[in-house]
């Protein structure tokens, strides 16, 4: 069955910086969208970077362009999340999902079919 497993999250102070990985299984990983999201307490569930199939394209959002990278290693099967200049804004469950439906990057949470069950992201001041 399709599995995605996150890792990597933790504890850092601010400025800081941390790496998401997010492994893939059950299905042919190059042919889904990858997305990374995150979610605070209290607020919905909101894309962070998207990436599409090849990893040619990537989309990001405002509050973290410039300091968040997306990746991916279809050999790997794998998505990555490289995260700097870390905020305390920041800290949140950062979730990955796939989306095999569609070929663009999708900024809402409801066009992605798997979930992963998220990693804990917290950035003291």
């Known amino acids: 069955q399709v599995q995605l497993v996150e890792s990597g999250g933790g504890l850092v102070q601010a400025g800081g910086s941390l790496r998401l990985s997010c492994a893939a299984s059950g299905f042919t990983f190059s042919t889904a969208v990858m997305g990374w999201f995150r979610q605070a307490p209290g607020k919905e569930r909101d894309i962070v970077a998207g990436?599409?199939?090849?990893?040619?394209?990537?989309y990001y959002a405002d509050s973290v362009k410039g300091r968040f990278t997306i990746s991916r290693d279809n050999a790997k099967n794998t998505v990555y999340l490289q995260m700097n200049s870390l905020k305390p804004e920041d800290t949140a469950v950062y979730y990955c999902?796939?989306?095999?439906?569609?070929?663009?990057?999708?900024?809402?949470?409801?066009?992605?079919?798997?979930w992963g069950q998220g990693t804990q992201v917290t950035v003291s001041s």
């Open positions: 999902a796939a989306d095999f439906t569609r070929g663009l990057i999708s900024t809402t949470s409801r066009a992605y079919d798997y």
């Open positions: 990436i599409r199939r090849s990893g040619a394209i990537t």
